[in-house]
């Protein structure tokens, strides 16, 4: 319960007005299609710099939670997902409001992100420090392991095919190596002065996730085919409440599938909503009204990618192994502020993350009550031309990746690897694990190397990695995550053909 | 989908597969290359079976990209690399800003450009964006941009 007692620093003048702000603006660009939580987090990162790493991680904190809410917003008026969490959404929610009822399915999906997500915060409050004691007995070969189950488990479920999702786990990799090797102090494929410092972080983040995006953007040319205007009529909030507590069973099916999925390494929020939305539909009475505007389909869709959120978070806090794309930018975004996620981040940090922890349960209550209160005007930010969101995205990302070193080599950095990154998103690659092979490398690489060195002087290398019951595990959950994968991916195509 | 844009694209990938690998085992000292070295080979086997499966015709993922959407991005992806790699240093970061953000407004604004009130909307735009960042990353954060010709 030790939680409890951080509570004080969530309540401070400054935290509160990071919190608010960055529940509405993350509300805002949650709404706005094109701008995943992914990419506001990462776009957020540099105006943390200046900020205590409380402060700094209770705003990224903020903008997560409420970017995943707010991308409801465009995807029930303009049946476009803000962001991939929000897929399933669109199917009941964009169906309600074209019956007129924009406002009650807004109001739903709000409260149902509310009460999942608080669902959700709790089990990261409890789960998080039990994990963590667990992990306290990691060696090298197991925090290793452990690296290499982030890049694949994420390389394997996030790419449009599993060896190109695994691919660009090893692009990351090796883009993580680039720059000075830390034992020996050699450079190390520094073919240009702008890597003499290796790939910082952040500018490669906001190129990967935001650059893609504006590129996508230019693609679509000049006469986009114009955004559907929904009238949205007044409701009730109340009625909302009611309804959402009526409507119990798709409440509980999409916070428990949310959480559980949340907890496994690499699945998103978009399988969460998805999977719960199925799993609503399989066990109403009234399966026929899903797809036809049923106020099921929005709460459990809603509750399950809201309630993923928190769950996301344990393994990033305790194994540093991100639940989620967005979780791995926010690992990020830990780094910078001198904060290293691993068994001991409760005993070194807590006046740090227990404040985090906290404010993200303030946070679903704030994003639950603006979101209800600002979404009729989320929706006119919806249809901000993608022009203007594209100057917008690149001037932002420029004036980010300078600010990290204030240095325009951070810049090319960003543009290279964010140009490099849409061609490759166009032949089936994936963002997510280069992302997590260039955060995950150096922990990768640092215990890779001093287990080597262990491992002379004891029984060989073979022997330190491959053998004890720990090591079996976590070599098992690899060739497991990859083979399931591979399987998954064959078994779709026959289903195709 | 245009199975010859996937021979390209993995064997682009291939390539620079091959080169990393040919830097690992070819520098020295050996230790400061051990985790790159076990990187390179993963990194070339994976990148060969993309290549061999898009030489047989069989890679799918992704949608690959048309000449409509060349044509579409061409004059955005100029703007920005000219912006990035030439204005941002020479002109300003600001001035720079601003240019490159009204050229990408008038380039992708669906509005008439034979009408006066769709410039004068995008020359407001365009101010504003500019302000808040000035302010935001000049005055608040203190962030020292490049300063060229102007600032």
């Known amino acids: 319960m030790d939680f409890i007692f951080y509570f004080g620093e969530v309540f401070t003048f400054t935290s509160m007005l990071l919190l608010i702000g960055g529940t509405i603006g993350g509300l805002i660009m949650g709404a706005t299609p094109g701008l995943s939580p992914t990419m506001t987090v990462a776009l957020l990162i540099p105006f943390t710099f200046n900020m205590t790493p409380v402060h700094g991680l209770i705003l990224l904190g903020a903008a997560y939670t409420s970017t995943v809410a707010g991308g409801a917003v465009s995807a029930i008026l303009l049946k476009i997902p803000g962001a991939p969490a929000n897929i399933a959404t669109t199917l009941d929610g964009n169906a309600m409001a074209r019956k007129g009822e924009g406002a009650k399915a807004l109001q739903l999906s709000f409260i149902s992100s509310l009460i999942g997500g608080l669902f959700g915060v709790f089990l990261l409050i409890f789960l998080t420090p039990v994990l963590a004691k667990m992990a306290n007995s990691f060696g090298y070969s197991h925090t290793f392991w452990l690296a290499i189950i982030g890049v694949t488990v994420i390389g394997s479920l996030e790419a449009g095919s599993v060896v190109k999702g695994l691919l660009s786990g090893c692009i990351g990799m090796w883009l993580a190596t680039i720059g000075f090797d830390d034992i020996q102090g050699v450079k190390r494929f520094v073919f240009h002065p702008a890597l003499g410092g290796g790939v910082n972080i952040i500018p490669a983040l906001i190129g990967l996730f935001a650059i893609p995006q504006v590129i996508t953007m230019f693609a679509k040319g000049r006469f986009q085919t114009d955004i559907e205007q929904i009238i949205v009529k007044k409701h009730p909030v109340s009625a909302a409440f009611r309804e959402v507590f009526f409507r119990k069973r798709a409440l509980a099916i999409g916070t428990s599938i949310g959480s559980v999925i949340g907890l496994i390494p690499g699945v998103g929020g978009q399988i969460a909503g998805l999977l719960a939305y199925d799993q609503a539909k399989k066990f109403s009475p009234e399966k026929s009204k899903f797809g036809t505007g049923h106020s099921e389909g929005v709460i459990a869709a809603e509750a399950a990618n809201n309630a993923m959120v928190g769950p996301s978070l344990v393994p990033l806090l305790t194994l540093s192994i991100p639940g989620s794309p967005t979780a791995a930018v926010l690992l990020g975004g830990l780094i910078i502020h001198g904060i290293f996620p691993g068994p001991n981040l409760f005993q070194q940090h807590p006046e740090v993350i227990w404040p985090f922890i906290n404010s993200m349960l303030i946070g679903q209550i704030l994003m639950c009550i603006f979101g209800i209160y600002i979404a009729s005007m989320a929706a006119r930010v919806a249809q901000v031309p993608q022009s203007i969101m594209a100057a917008i995205v690149l001037g932002l990302a420029a004036f980010g990746s300078f600010a990290v070193q204030q240095s325009m080599g951070d810049v090319y950095v960003m543009a290279v690897l964010g140009s490099m990154m849409y061609f490759l998103e166009r032949f089936g690659f994936s963002a997510a694990p280069l992302v997590l092979g260039l955060i995950l490398g150096p922990i990768a690489e640092s215990n890779f190397v001093t287990g080597s060195l262990i491992s002379t002087a004891q029984n060989g290398p073979f022997v330190y990695f491959f053998t004890g019951g720990l090591n079996i595990v976590l070599v098992s959950i690899v060739v497991l995550s990859v083979g399931f994968s591979f399987w998954s991916e064959i078994t779709a195509k026959r289903a195709t053909h | ?151």
């Open chain 2, 1 to 151: 989908m245009n199975i010859f844009q996937h021979k390209i694209s993995s064997g682009l990938v291939t390539f620079v597969a091959v080169m990393v690998c040919y830097v690992s085992f070819t520098r020295q000292p050996a230790d400061a290359y051990l985790f790159p070295r076990v990187v390179s080979i993963f990194f070339l086997g994976l990148a060969l079976w993309t290549f061999i499966k898009a030489l047989m015709g069989r890679s799918k993922a992704g949608n690959g990209l048309s000449i409509n959407m060349f044509k579409n991005m061409a004059p955005g992806v100029l703007i920005s690399a000219m912006y990035i790699f030439w204005a941002a240093k020479s002109l300003g970061f600001y001035t720079a800003t601003s240019i490159a953000f009204f050229l990408l407004l008038t380039s992708y604004d669906p509005a008439p450009h034979s009408e006066y009130k769709s410039w004068f909307k995008r020359i407001i735009i365009t101010a504003s964006f500019v302000a808040i960042m000035y302010a935001l990353f000049a005055k608040i954060l203190v962030v020292y941009t490049p300063r060229g010709m102007f600032i």
